[in-house]
């Protein structure tokens, strides 16, 4: 069976620019990046019935086309990339992304449900994923859910089961500068009057969750603390659970090194 490639890090590391040298240089296989209908991630797509949906097509007569265009049905449940969808009117990203499984907007069962049978069902090969097996799901339980990290182990060591079958092989872009990288991200991820545009977004994400809230979250030393502790569970799951099927990479060096 071909190999399925996951691409994962935290922020900083590289992972877009990885996965656009492999999907040029691997021709054959099918890269997804976040906000794709993807067959394994639901990153910016909203997830809803039959009902929800056409009562979208309802309100915004003006963009039927698109909104068809960029919806795939799955299992009953409507999936919309909606950030690929030009519309005017914000208020149809908001609605939308109302309908997102991740952050809470779900209670965990269901989160848990809907991950875990979309990778049962997942049958391609020869596939790129970009943040589709780490980020928005961990996210969701170390902000949100407030899971310790033992019982979000147990979450993988179930997601990787379902997957190693499937030519699973994750690829993951490490460096122990956290503090560097976000400080280089904060300041090139800026509009061109030189405005951040990540940093504030992801302050106020800390900040809003669960989590966050219980915490006492501030500012960028948080931001800071939060990814440390985000980069050792990915590690830890990565040597406790996907072991060979997993390779810690350099970031943006390319160049191969040992589990620590």
């Known amino acids: 069976m071909g190999k399925n490639i996951f691409i994962e890090g935290v922020p900083g590391t590289g992972k877009s620019t990885l996965l656009n040298r492999l999907a040029q240089e691997r021709p054959e296989y099918r890269a997804y990046r976040e906000g794709d209908l993807s067959p394994v991630e639901l990153a910016w797509c909203s997830y809803m019935t039959k009902d929800a949906y056409e009562a979208v097509l ?11 265009e960029k919806t795939k049905v799955e299992e009953g449940r409507y999936i919309v990339a909606y950030t690929q969808i030009l519309a005017e009117d914000r208020a149809f990203y908001q609605e939308m992304e109302a309908c997102e499984i991740y952050n809470g907007r779900v209670g965990f069962p269901d989160f848990h449900d809907v991950i875990m049978n979309r990778y049962k069902r997942f049958d391609k090969c020869d596939c790129l994923f970009e943040c589709s097996f780490f980020q928005n ?14 019982d979000i182990c147990v979450f993988y060591e179930e997601a990787y089961g379902i997957l190693k079958e499937k030519g699973f092989r ?13 400080l280089h991200i904060k300041k090139e991820r800026s509009d061109e009057q030189g405005n951040e545009m990540w940093y ?8 809003d969750s669960p989590y966050g809230k219980a ?5 960028l030393e948080d931001v800071i603390s939060h990814f440390e502790r985000r980069r050792a569970l990915e590690k830890r799951i990565l040597r406790e659970i996907i072991k060979e099927d997993g390779l810690i990479l350099a970031a943006k060096g390319g160049s191969y090194h040992g589990e620590d």
């Open 137 to 150: 799901s961990i996210e969701s339980m170390m902000l949100f859910y407030q899971m310790t990290d033992d």
């Open 200 to 207: 504030p977004l992801m302050l106020r994400f800390l900040k």
């Open 58 to 68: 309802r309100r915004y007569p003006d963009f039927v086309k698109e909104i068809r």
């Open 170 to 182: 994750l690829l993951y872009l490490d460096s122990e500068q956290v503090r560097e990288n976000l």
């Open 215 to 219: 915490h006492h979250y501030e500012g």
